[in-house]
């Protein structure tokens, strides 16, 4: 992976995590904040004094032009959107336009460096297949089938990124993740962060679907590997232009992973609640991530029990950080996507 690198999307829970890997690992990062807010993963993460923030927007490409030319830049990951399936019901424009036009603004200021960008990894969603007949979910599908507001804005984007590739030439490669959990999610709307801050408190947590949905869960530090041996290898042939499926292939059902991340943080005893709405909701959805292991070699370091506990544990030590009455009851059924900003 060629630096200097930019993340966009790093206040939110992958791009935080991903920046921080990259400063690491010894690359100068640049991440672009839009919105002071009560809990950035860059706090979380300590980021602030390791990065370079510039303050802007992604739908501005004057403000990316600039950004990429000053600083050099050499490997982009775009992270920036509106991730929240719930908040993509309620304000399906905003997320249309945050989502889709962030993502062809970012491609056309890349696109203006004249070959200076050696990488683009772009974020979009295993929720950008909708709800396919045939699982699991294969690359080589006829078609992404999303329907609903934010699947389709991560599907929009998702065929942009690659046309970028197919008419100009540009080291874009696209991810297709599963639902992504680990320490350090500031979003408490999510399944994942909002069951380990019940445990710590003692409370049930609330499960808004009937429990019986199916999803893949990948681990963050799962995630972080998966982009970054993309962006090692975007301009290589089979590779380039080309979208990845990333996720383990085991899918588990809402209760089921509630009950185990109770079990992991040592509270079998609370008996979550169960509300039963649905509302835009796909009932199963897992990936078949064969092709990145072909081509790259990729796997998975991290089993859903193992990375769960280290999950419950991070919030349990750090629920000072989150507001006294926990997550919003107003989300609809659908576990909140896991990637974001």
């Not at 950035?40 to 990065?51: E, F, K, T």
């Not at 329907?147 to 984007?157: E, G």
């Not at 710590?200 to 499960?207: D, E, F, L, S, T």
């Not at 509300?275 to 796909?282: D, K, L, M, W």
Request: proline share 5%; charged share 25%; with cysteine.
């Amino acid at each position: 992976m060629t630096g200097p690198v930019l993340v966009t999307g790093a206040s939110g829970f992958i791009g935080s995590h991903l920046a921080r890997s990259c400063v690491d690992l010894g690359h100068r990062v640049v991440v672009i904040e839009r919105d002071a807010t009560r809990l950035s993963g860059l706090d979380i993460q300590g980021l602030r004094g390791r990065v370079d923030i510039v303050r802007g927007d992604v739908t501005d490409q004057a403000f990316l032009t600039r950004v990429l030319g000053e600083y050099e830049i050499r490997t982009v990951f775009h992270l920036a959107a509106q991730a929240l399936v719930g908040v993509a019901n309620r304000s399906a424009a905003s997320t249309l336009d945050t989502n889709i036009r962030g993502t062809w603004t970012l491609l056309e200021a890349c696109r203006a460096t004249d070959g200076q960008i050696r990488a683009i990894v772009v974020a979009s969603s295993d929720k950008a297949y909708g709800d396919q007949e045939h699982l699991p979910y294969c690359e080589d599908m006829s078609g992404l089938e999303a329907v609903y507001p934010y699947d389709v804005s991560k599907a929009c984007a998702d065929l942009i990124a690659r046309c970028y590739t197919r008419s100009f030439g540009l080291p874009v490669v696209v991810t297709r993740c599963a639902n992504v959990y680990g320490p350090g999610d500031p979003n408490l709307s999510r399944l994942v962060p909002e069951v380990a801050v019940a445990a710590a408190r003692g409370v049930p947590p609330v499960i808004r679907s009937d429990g019986s949905p199916e999803r893949d869960y990948l681990f963050i530090e799962d995630c972080v590997r998966a982009y970054q041996l993309l962006a090692e290898h975007a301009s290589r042939d089979g590779v380039r232009g080309e979208a990845f499926n990333v996720g383990t292939g085991a899918p588990i059902s809402v209760i089921k992973l509630v009950v185990t991340a109770l079990e992991a943080a040592g509270r079998p005893d609370i008996e979550p609640v169960i509300h039963g709405r649905t509302r835009h909701e796909i009932d199963r959805q897992y990936l078949d991530c064969a092709k990145i292991r072909a081509r790259l070699g990729y796997t998975t370091g991290w089993d859903l029990e193992k990375g769960l506990a280290a999950t419950v544990a991070w919030y349990a030590n750090n629920l000072h950080l989150f507001v006294p009455q926990g997550p919003s009851r107003d989300a609809s059924g659908e576990p909140e996507e896991g990637s974001g900003s």
